[in-house]
C-alpha cells in the first residue's frame, strides 16, 4: 500500500476546499439541469430586471425582421443586446417598454396600442 505524501494532500485539500467554496459542483449540476434559455431567464428575470424574457418571447412570438427599441423604467443595463441584428434599422412605430411605473414615467400609455403586456412589461405600437 502507498502512503500518500503530505504534500499531495495538501494540494489536494485546497483544490477540494476551493471548489466547494466557489459551488463548482452546484454551478456543474444547474448547468446540466437547466437549458440556456432557463439560465439566461433566471438570471435577466422574466419581467423584471433586465427581462430577458419578455423580450425573447417578443421576439420570438412576432419574428421580429428589423430591430426594436427597448426602454426599460429601471436602471438596469440595457436589454437591446438580447436582439439586437447589426446592420439593421429600427422599427419607427414599434417598441418594448420593460418594468413601467406609472408615478414615475412621462410615458402615458393611452397614447399606444398595447400589443403585449405582461404585468409591468409592454410591447407597445403609436397609434
Known amino acids: 500500500m502507498k502512503i500518500i505524501k503530505i504534500e499531495n494532500f495538501i494540494y489536494?485539500?485546497?483544490?477540494?476546499?476551493l471548489m466547494i467554496n466557489f459551488k463548482f459542483f452546484e454551478s456543474v449540476y444547474i448547468v446540466f439541469k437547466s437549458s440556456y434559455e432557463q439560465r439566461l431567464i433566471a438570471n435577466y428575470g422574466y419581467c423584471e430586471q433586465?427581462?430577458?424574457?419578455?423580450?425573447?418571447?417578443?421576439?420570438?412570438?412576432?419574428?421580429?425582421?428589423?430591430?426594436?427599441?427597448?426602454?426599460?423604467?429601471?436602471?438596469?443595463?440595457?436589454?437591446?443586446?438580447?436582439?439586437?441584428?447589426?446592420?439593421?434599422?429600427?422599427?419607427?412605430?414599434?417598441?418594448?417598454?420593460?418594468?413601467?411605473?406609472?408615478?414615475?414615467?412621462?410615458?402615458?400609455?393611452?397614447?399606444?396600442?398595447?400589443i403585449e403586456q405582461f404585468k409591468n412589461c409592454y410591447f407597445l405600437e403609436k397609434k
Open 12 to 17: 489536494l485539500s485546497i483544490i477540494l476546499f
Open 50 to 114: 433586465s427581462s430577458y424574457g419578455f423580450v425573447s418571447y417578443i421576439q420570438k412570438k412576432y419574428n421580429l425582421k428589423k430591430n426594436i427599441k427597448i426602454l426599460n423604467e429601471e436602471s438596469y443595463p440595457s436589454s437591446q443586446a438580447f436582439i439586437y441584428k447589426p446592420g439593421e434599422n429600427f422599427y419607427e412605430n414599434k417598441f418594448i417598454l420593460l418594468n413601467y411605473n406609472k408615478v414615475k414615467t412621462d410615458i402615458k400609455l393611452n397614447d399606444y396600442f398595447i
